[in-house]
């Protein structure tokens, strides 16, 4: 699967043009994708030597994306079917309809290709199931 990730807000905290912290697990669970044969492509508003920052920053953690802002590594402006839009798989994104999960329910969600709501209704269906034979506990 192609996954294009958003750097500010998804990977790191928002600080731009800065780099802010890390978002707890994400960078261990996207080596985990790649390690899964998942190709990740950085996608970022970033240009220029910001951009060169983020790549740098991701490079010194593990992680080297298949390639940055384009679909493939050799893709150039010039190309006859060049196109700004990426041709991803799935996209993770802090400005996400709903916003940004944490990363192990990314994860699990393509572990189990299952959608946030899939999750979610199971979770509920489990918990809900959990109540009712466990009396004993307060709520």
């Known amino acids: 699967m192609v996954i294009a990730v958003d750097f500010d807000g998804t990977i790191v905290r928002h600080r731009y043009p800065g780099i802010g912290k890390e978002?707890?697990?994400?960078?261990?669970?996207?080596?985990l994708l790649q390690q899964e044969q998942h190709r990740l492509i950085l996608w970022s508003v970033r240009e220029g030597k910001l951009l060169d920052e983020a790549v740098e920053w991701c490079k010194n953690r593990g992680l080297e994306f298949y390639a940055v802002n384009k679909d493939y590594p050799e893709e150039q402006k010039d190309h006859q079917s060049?196109?700004?839009?990426?041709?991803?798989?799935?996209?993770?994104?802090?400005r996400n309809l709903g916003g940004l999960p944490d990363w192990g329910l990314i994860y699990k969600m393509i572990k189990e290709k299952k959608t946030f709501a899939e999750i979610y209704n199971s979770d509920i269906k489990k918990l809900t199931t959990l109540k009712k034979k466990s009396k004993w506990?307060?709520?």
């Not at 978002?23 to 080596?31: N, V, W």
């Not at 060049?82 to 802090?94: E, G, N, Q, V």
Request: aromatic content about 20%.
């Open 82 to 94: 060049y196109t700004r839009k990426l041709k991803a798989d799935l996209f993770i994104d802090d």
């Open 137 to 139: 506990f307060p709520f």
């Open 23 to 31: 978002i707890p697990f994400a960078i261990e669970t996207l080596k």
